[in-house]
Structure formats: structure tokens, C-alpha cells
């Protein structure tokens, strides 16, 4: 029987993991729903690039959170196997270089990290390593559970009696590097523990230490890849899409969110050939502050100006130089994942965060999808993916920017060097830099892991710089991960998934709740798309489905059986409240025994016999 009410139409403005993921979301709730990229291909920063066999992943190129990926999936009744993706766990997870020609292996094997970490700080080390990994399993387990699955709407939403009572678990205003510090006692485990801020775009002596989560999914779930690259999860969301009846319009820009004559209420997109779309739902998958300054039109509320001007100016992650490099013959003394880190190790953060520029002797992370996949590169050769972070650009390339007097476009910005510790004034000379880091690379790489020259074997290369990240996908300033995650961009202080001051329209991605990476984004194109749902009237389908992934234990109740049961018995238990009480009872007959003027004493001449067997 048809509905008497008509289909709800949306429209998603870029083809990212984010928009194809609540594309496929609202179109299983019943939307009719178009996508619109720029691009000719699905994915944005996840994406191939392919040159004579070799594949490289553009942008992601480790899976984790491994259950945020089977919830998407389960949520549309189907898995990642049953749309044909294939995933692989990388063991080791990573090699580190360091400087000294020490290399330490981390694994999600116990065994190993039993080894590696009591080689550098004995017994006790590796208690202590289980200490930590106890604190950020709580990191994990509540981030998961009050982040990653909430909206916050308002900055009401931190006073949650849930949230409250775990905020100062999760450590948030301690850095990652002061939590490891606490347990971790030679700077080289400080470093191998902290590294995983590059994640997020931060220096590890910034990012909040909740973030440890991140290396500790690493370690107790593993580190996962898709055979045929990171794409191919996109391409699985593609296909869901596409069944769903989902029309995904590639090579089609939009110019300008369409609204109402007064700018409150979106209403549909034109495109860049003038071509006018409309829709009940917007949903804007393209950057977040791009976005703001370039796609809304100028009737928007000044309030939604004000915050686009605002936007501008917060705090963005890292850019990166990324070398794409395919390999005449492979190189064994590298594995899949691989980090370089320098030596002067702050320095090297506070030259990207705080003077946005490179440092002299970078950290970076070196790829081989193909020792993984051997469908990566040709047989008898190997891809190298070499991404290096640096700062991202002073000012925005976009037309409100240009217009407002506030930057200089790509192509007139005059390039400077910074020297010193103080921020560059100008955009540094971006071809200058890369060649230079490029010999730095390839120094780097032979000189620790005795390899052959890489150079000799470079058969093709391909190059992306923050220019180029800016351009192809027009990230603010060529912040690879959207904005920054410190606490103050984060939670409610982070920019809505419910656009400022123009109905109907909303945001999903990096730069919006709960923030960047791929699994990140997934859990957010839920969060945004139960929101639509909800102001439409609408049940989310998925509402209630059970979990694909059993770890919550078994149910208890009578149903229970004998080996399942949970019991607490064969030893006295106290629970912390317990604790808390006992210590009271004893505080308390402390205290009138002081003041009850009582004296007990202990005649040793009467006692003297006792326990002699005599009396």
C-alpha cells in the first residue's frame, strides 16, 4: 500500500566516507536521496591513486575500531563480507625507527609487547605497560559509548549525568605524552606511546589524553586492512547506495546551498553549470569551514556569517607532504606499517602545531600496502605511501576569504621561509620544501634500516603537498583532518552537526561531531542521520537492532545458564563503596576512642606467660 504522505527527498552534498555513509543511512529509512561530488571518483580523502599496477591508498591506510565498521554495515542488513571486502591484520602493527638504530616492534601479541617493552624497562615496565593499557581501554570504552554514539547539541549536552561522572576518566586536560609519562619511565617508550596523536593532527604533547584510545584499539583489536585498498569499504557503501536507489551524480561541483528569500531555511543546491536541485533534507559532506564561507549564500542569518568568519580562524590539524612512490623491486627491510621518529621529538611538533611550518628532521610514517596486499604492486615490486606531516597553510584560498581583504588565492601567495622560532609571515616555498624533504626521506629510510637506496628504484612518483590537498578537495588551508581536536573543538564546542542559523540543512565529516578518521566519521554519519530522522518525525530502522558484535557479556536473568552465571562468591569482596564504608567505621571508632578519655594499657608481668604453654 503506498503512503499517503509524499517521499522525503535529501540531497548530500560530496561523496566522501561521511556522505556515502548517511546517503545509504537515509535511503534505508526511506529518503530519496542524490549525492553531488566534484570529483570523479567516491571516497574524497579516501581514494586510490594507481600508476602501472601500483596502488596506493590517497589518504587512510589503516582500518581500526573495527566494530564502528561492522554497526555501519549491520545497520544496513548486510556485513563487510557479505559486500565482498576482505580484511587483512597487519602484524606487526608497526616498526619504529629510531635515530640511535634502535627499532621497537609494536604488536597487538602480547608476547611480543612483553618482550619489546621489558628489553627497554624490565619486569616492572611491562606492569606498568598493563597499567596503562587499562586506562585507555576505559579511555576506549567510554569515548565509544558517551562520545562517538551522542550528539551534543548544546553545551548543555556536557552536563549529561553519564558524561559528568566519567569526564575526568577520560583525562581530558592532561596531554597524551603527560598520561604516558606517568607509566612509561625512558623517553623511548614515551614517544612509542604517543606517536598515535599524528592521527588526530596533533602534537602528543597537546592532544587531550584521552586520545590514547587510539593506540590502544591498535593493540587490543589490531590493525586491519582492506584487500584491494581502504576504498573498498567505500565502494561496498557505494553498492549499498546504489541497491537502496541512491543516485550518486560525480563531476557535478556545487556552487551554493539554495534557500529561502530570507536565508533561513535550506531548500536545495545549484550546481556549477547553474543547474538548481531541490530537496526537504541538506546534508553537506564537503569541509566543514570551506563550506560555511563558500556554500551558503549571502541572504544566510549575520549569524551564520559571524560563525563562518569565526571558523576561519580556530585552531586547523596538520597538512602533510605525501609521496606516492611505486618501486622497481620490493624492499624487505621495510613492513606495512612503519614510523620514522626524529630525534629532537617536541621540536619536531612545535615546528608543525605552533609555527606551522616543517621541521629540520621530521617524523614521518612510511606504507607498503603492497607487503599486505600483493595486489598493491606489480609481483617482484613494491608501493611506498610516505606521509610526513608539516603545518598547514596561513590563510584560506576561497572566494568569501579573497572577497573580505582576509587571504591571498594559491596561485599569488609569495613564498618565504620561516627561521627561528617564530611563524612564518608568508606561505612557504612548497616545490623548495619538497625536494628537500624528499633527499631527507630517502636518508632516512637507508640509514636505519640499512637498506638498499630507495632513489635508484623510484620507477614513477606522484606528490601531494598542502596546495594540492587544498585544491583537489578543498580543505580549509589543506588541513588534511579538519579542525583541530583540542578540548575547546570538541563536544559542544565543536561545530554542529545541525547547520548555524539555516534550517533543514546539516553537516557530516571531519570537522563536525565527533571528529576525524574514518571510523569517526561513520559513527557521526549515524548521529547526524537519527537527527534528520528524528526532526522528520521519522523512526531511524535500525533502532533497536541488535548488536553484531557480542561484548557485553551474557544476559543475566533466569534464562541464565549454570556456566554463565555471574558470581561475585569464594573470597570476601568489597566493592569500592564497601571500602569507602569500612574506612568510615573504623574513622569513626578512631574518634571515640580519642575523645572518649578511655587509656588501654598492657601489664607485661600479668602476660608474661601467655602463649609459653604456660599460665
Known amino acids: 500500500m503506498a503512503s499517503k504522505f509524499p517521499q522525503k527527498t535529501a540531497i548530500v552534498v560530496g561523496a566522501g566516507v561521511g556522505g556515502i555513509a548517511i546517503a545509504a543511512r537515509l535511503a534505508k529509512a526511506g529518503l530519496k536521496v542524490t549525492v553531488f561530488e566534484k570529483n570523479d571518483f567516491t571516497g574524497g580523502r579516501c581514494s586510490l591513486l594507481e600508476h602501472n599496477g601500483h596502488r596506493f591508498d590517497q589518504g587512510p591506510s589503516l582500518l581500526l575500531l573495527p566494530k564502528l565498521f561492522a554497526e555501519t554495515f549491520n545497520h544496513l542488513d548486510t556485513s563487510l563480507s557479505a559486500e565482498g571486502v576482505r580484511l587483512l591484520k597487519c602484524e606487526p602493527n608497526y616498526n619504529l625507527w629510531f635515530g640511535d638504530g634502535e627499532k621497537f616492534e609494536l604488536s597487538s601479541d602480547t608476547a611480543v609487547m612483553k618482550r619489546e617493552i621489558e628489553k627497554w624497562e624490565g619486569k616492572e615496565g611491562f606492569e606498568r605497560y598493563l597499567e596503562w593499557l587499562g586506562e585507555a581501554h576505559r579511555h576506549y570504552e567510554i569515548s565509544v559509548r558517551e562520545v562517538l554514539h551522542k550528539n551534543f547539541t548544546s553545551i548543555f549536552n556536557l552536563l549529561r549525568l553519564s558524561f559528568l561522572v566519567e569526564l575526568f576518566r577520560l583525562h581530558p586536560f592532561e596531554s597524551i605524552y603527560s598520561r604516558a609519562a606517568k607509566y612509561f619511565w625512558t623517553e623511548r617508550l614515551r614517544r612509542v606511546f604517543t606517536f598515535g596523536s599524528m592521527y588526530m593532527g596533533m602534537s602528543p604533547f597537546d592532544a587531550p589524553g584521552t586520545y590514547s584510545l587510539l593506540q590502544y584499539t591498535e593493540l587490543a583489536e589490531g590493525i586491519w586492512y582492506p584487500v584491494g585498498g581502504f576504498h573498498a569499504i567505500v565502494q561496498a557503501l557505494v553498492g549499498v547506495c546504489e541497491r537502496l536507489g541512491v543516485d550518486i551524480r560525480l563531476n557535478t561541483p556545487v556552487s551554493t546551498i539554495l534557500t529561502t528569500l530570507d536565508g533561513k531555511t535550506a531548500t536545495g543546491i545549484q550546481t556549477n553549470s547553474g543547474e538548481n536541485v531541490m530537496a526537504d533534507i541538506i546534508i553537506i559532506n564537503a569541509d566543514l569551514v570551506y563550506a560555511y564561507s563558500n556554500l551558503f549564500p549571502s541572504s544566510t542569518p549575520q549569524t551564520t556569517k559571524s560563525y563562518a568568519s569565526s571558523l576561519i580562524k580556530r585552531a586547523g590539524s596538520c597538512s602533510s607532504i605525501s609521496f606516492y612512490w611505486s618501486l622497481a623491486q620490493k624492499v624487505p627491510e621495510l613492513t606495512t606499517h612503519n614510523i620514522f621518529l626524529a630525534d629532537e621529538y617536541r621540536e619536531s611538533f612545535d615546528s608543525i602545531f605552533e609555527r606551522q611550518s616543517i621541521p629540520n628532521e621530521p617524523s614521518f610514517y612510511v606504507n607498503v600496502p603492497s607487503r599486505i596486499d600483493p595486489t598493491a604492486a606489480p609481483e617482484g615490486k613494491d608501493s611506498l605511501v610516505v606521509l610526513v606531516p608539516v603545518g598547514h597553510l596561513l590563510s584560506s584560498s576561497t572566494p568569501l576569504s579573497k572577497s573580505n581583504g582576509e587571504s591571498l ?145 551474557v544476559k543475566q536473568g533466569k534464562g541464565t545458564g549454570e556456566l554463565d552465571t555471574v558470581r561475585r562468591d569464594g573470597a570476601i569482596i568489597l566493592s569500592d563503596m564497601g571500602i569507602w564504608m569500612l574506612a568510615g567505621v573504623v574513622l569513626a571508632c578512631v574518634l571515640v576512642y580519642v575523645n572518649s578519655g578511655l587509656v588501654v594499657s598492657w601489664n607485661w608481668e600479668e602476660k608474661r606467660g601467655w602463649g609459653s604453654g604456660r599460665v
Not at 552537526?497 to 549515524?526: D, E, M
Open 409 to 553: 588565492n594559491s596561485s599569488s601567495r609569495s613564498p618565504s621561509v620561516s627561521t627561528g622560532k617564530d611563524p612564518p609571515q608568508k606561505e612557504l616555498d612548497w616545490p623548495s620544501i619538497i625536494s628537500s624533504t624528499r633527499q631527507q626521506i630517502l636518508s632516512t629510510i637507508q640509514s636505519r634500516t640499512n637498506c638498499k637506496p630507495l632513489a635508484s628504484l623510484i620507477t614513477n612518483e606522484i606528490v601531494n603537498d598542502p596546495l594540492s590537498w587544498e585544491e583537489r578537495f578543498n580543505l580549509d588551508k589543506g588541513s588534511i583532518l579538519g579542525l583541530s581536536h583540542s578540548f575547546f573543538n570538541v563536544l559542544a564546542f565543536r561545530p554542529s552537526t545541525r547547520a548555524k542559523g539555516v534550517k533543514n540543512a546539516y553537516f557530516v565529516g571531519a570537522s563536525t561531531h565527533p571528529g576525524t578518521g574514518v571510523p569517526i566519521v561513520l559513527a557521526g554519519a549515524k548521529i547526524t542521520s537519527e537527527q534528520i530522522l528524528q526532526d522528520l518525525g521519522m523512526r531511524a530502522p535500525w533502532e533497536g537492532k541488535e548488536d553484531v558484535i557480542r561484548d557485553k557479556g
